[in-house]
């Protein structure tokens, strides 16, 4: 059965603070893609991770995708308010279905 | 944005009654899905389609039946709903492999 694990589930941490999401998978993709979710809104697409090595950033996020780990991760620098939300991994397998993590909900403190 | 419409956007049923959303799309992309959305356990893929009358299930397909005789209209129908299919339901778009899905607002269902 393939799984798709995120920790943490929850992660609370103050503005100004770093840290990371990690994102395993239990099987073989090259594929993988981060999504961003407001509370009662819909999700956001933030990376399209497509081979091993890649990494990408935006702004204040960074991620990458080691597929021979099959891990992936979202890194966060200097966090600030707005970033609280909550962020899925997904991993894609053929006709581009995707399999979810289950979310990690962030909360930055002022 | 995505051209993407799911309707309605809120819906209050009783079990045992059939239920169909609708997800409608105007960006002419191959692939439609469904998921539902539930504290605990991320997005679920429901049902997907992959062309004009082409389907397969998904990971919880149980309980529910898809439909999808034009490119941009993808039906979700629940045949008699019961409490357990109470969820937010999203509905998505991609053009291919690669690319991501784009989701529209969501259905939040409610079974009493």
């Known amino acids: 059965e393939l799984k798709v694990e995120q920790n943490p589930l929850f992660l609370s941490m103050q503005e100004g603070k770093n840290y990371t999401i990690y994102c395993n998978y239990s099987?073989?993709?090259?594929?993988l893609y981060w999504y961003r979710q407001d509370p009662g809104k819909s999700l956001e697409s933030l990376f399209v991770?497509?081979?091993?090595?890649a990494v990408k950033q935006e702004g204040r996020l960074m991620a990458s995708l080691d597929t021979k780990a099959r891990l992936s991760t979202l890194h966060i620098t200097a966090a600030v308010h707005d970033l609280s939300a909550t962020y899925f991994c997904a991993v894609e397998l053929f006709s581009n279905k995707l399999i979810f993590g289950t979310g990690t909900l962030l909360a930055v403190q002022p | 944005d995505a051209g993407i419409t799911q309707s309605p956007r809120h819906k209050v049923t009783e079990t045992g009654t059939p239920v169909t959303l609708r997800c409608h799309q105007t960006e002419n992309h191959r692939y439609m899905y469904w998921y539902r959305q539930d504290p605990g356990h991320g997005l679920r893929l429901i049902h997907y389609?992959?062309?004009?009358?082409?389907?397969d299930k998904g990971e919880v397909s149980d309980g529910y039946s898809v439909s999808r005789s034009k490119t941009e209209d993808f039906l979700l129908t629940l045949e008699s709903a019961t409490s357990s299919q109470t969820s937010v339901y999203f509905c998505a778009i991609s053009g291919q492999g690669g690319q991501p899905q784009h989701f529209g607002d969501g259905t939040r269902l409610s079974i009493l």
């Open positions: 389609s992959y062309g004009v009358k082409d389907t």
């Open positions: 991770l497509l081979s091993n090595g």
């Open positions: 099987t073989t993709s090259d594929r």
